[in-house]
């Protein structure tokens, strides 16, 4: 596996001749997010615009702010369209259930760089039909992200919240050449077995149990060492790249997650109970992977107060800067976007009795793959949580990261 350097190296070889300075900006695509209101309007189809803020407020719902920030959404995505039209940039709106069609096979060929804008959610999903599974060989398409609504979102993803209030000048400086290449690592993930398939999968981002279209990979069958070290005949690469992490773990959040671990293909086998397995990449460390792991300035302070010289004045010093103490141990989790190493986070890990097995299994770990085993009842594998898999009793997949994976995007901070 190859280094983080080494990593930028060979992607600065890849696109020695595609610099910014001859990125051609012609044509866009915009991937607008899926507001509330438009939300509300698809679970009720039937009913008038009157009817459905009526429903609304009988439920209990704000409407207003429901309105006021669709309106806020719907107000900005003019003004990126009109920003990329201003610099003579064809442009092609879509929505995020409209990426998820054929349609976005076709302009996804089409276009010079893809555009989300709403939030970070919106942001992953257009990652996951970024360049799925290209070869080094073939260029990719890029990403550069706005958020629509820097007050009540985070968007760590998007450009600074600089860029919400002055969109042109990103649109500007992107058709100038005046920016920088990021490339984010993602997870790919294979699912070994007997025969091949891939199980349905289902489209969490429309908040209903809609199956995916199925994108075929080709089965590939195990050479012999893999197949007998993990007792199994092909394996088949699914079509979606996480960028920010895989979960596995049981679809009922307070049923325990039954699994095992094999880690860079070593001869340990590790059991483990826990409430689901979070393998996140760089960029997703600023995610789920620091919600897991954090610690909080009463953390800190409960520690110091356990010692045996708890009262010592070395210690009464330290409990004054509790949560500068948290803060850097807090920033410690994070690792860059392109880093070519997983970090594997086991969830509330059952201590007791036998497990873990073997006690010096760790419960979070820097890793290059991890081969995960259910022996779950009703799990599932979800990448980005977008795209949900069944994981069950004897399900098998390898998790991993290689180079030509990676998401090319736009930096401008």
């Known amino acids: 596996m190859l280094k983080s350097s080494q990593l930028v190296q060979q992607f600065a070889k890849e696109y020695a ?6 990125f051609k900006l012609e044509r866009a695509l915009v991937v607008t997010k899926l507001s509330r209101y438009e939300f509300e309007q698809l679970r009720h189809p039937g009913l008038s615009k009157e009817q459905l803020e009526q429903k609304l407020r009988n439920r209990g719902t704000d409407v207003e702010m429901v309105l006021y920030l669709h309106n806020l959404h719907k107000d900005f995505e003019r003004r990126i369209v009109q920003s990329f039209q201003n610099v003579g940039c064809e442009v092609k709106l879509a929505s995020r259930l409209e990426f998820r069609s054929s349609l ?15 939030g970070d959610g919106t942001f992953l999903l257009s990652a996951g039909r970024a360049s799925p599974l290209f070869a080094l060989s073939q260029q990719k398409t890029p990403i550069v992200g706005f958020n629509s609504d820097p007050l009540h979102s985070e968007g760590r993803l998007m450009l600074p919240k600089y860029f919400s209030e002055n969109p042109s000048d990103a649109v500007s ?3 100038s050449g005046d920016f920088k290449w990021m490339h984010r690592s993602r997870v790919r993930t294979t699912l070994l077995g007997s025969n091949g398939k891939i199980p349905e999968s289902t489209d969490l981002f429309r908040h209903t149990e ?4 199925q994108v075929t990979t080709q089965p590939e069958v195990l050479d012999p060492e893999m197949a ?3 007792k199994a005949k092909m394996k088949r690469i699914l079509p979606y790249l996480a960028l920010n992490e895989v979960f596995i773990g049981e679809h009922l959040s307070a049923r325990v997650s039954h699994l095992q671990l094999v880690l ?4 340990v086998v590790n059991k483990t109970k826990c409430s689901g397995l979070c393998v996140s990449t760089g960029t997703g460390s600023t995610s789920w992977h620091t919600s897991i792991n954090r610690i909080t300035s009463r953390d800190v302070d409960a520690l110091l107060r356990s010692l045996p010289n708890s009262d010592s004045e070395d210690v009464l010093r330290l409990r004054e800067n509790t949560e500068e103490i948290a803060q850097r141990y807090n920033q410690g989790l994070l690792f860059p976007p392109d880093d070519p190493r997983l970090c594997y986070s086991i969830r509330e890990q059952i201590c007791v009795g036998v497990w873990p097995s073997p006690k010096t299994f760790k419960e979070r770990d ?3 793959s991890v081969f995960v085993k259910s022996h779950c009842i009703d799990a599932n594998l979800v990448i980005d949580g977008s795209i949900s898999y069944p994981f069950n ?6 998790l991993e990261i290689y180079p030509e994976d990676a998401l090319l995007t736009i930096a401008l901070d």
Not at 210 to 213: Q, S
Not at 264 to 267: G, K, P, T
């Open 210 to 213: 809609v199956k995916m279209e």
């Open 17 to 22: 001749k595609f610099t910014p300075a001859n």
């Open 173 to 175: 400086r992107i058709k």
């Open 104 to 118: 976005s096979k076709e302009v996804m060929r089409w276009a010079d760089v893809i555009v989300p804008v709403g």
């Open 393 to 398: 009793d004897g399900a098998k997949a390898l």
């Open 264 to 267: 860079d293909h070593q001869d």
């Open 228 to 230: 007998s070290k993990y």
């Open 366 to 368: 820097f890793v290059q």
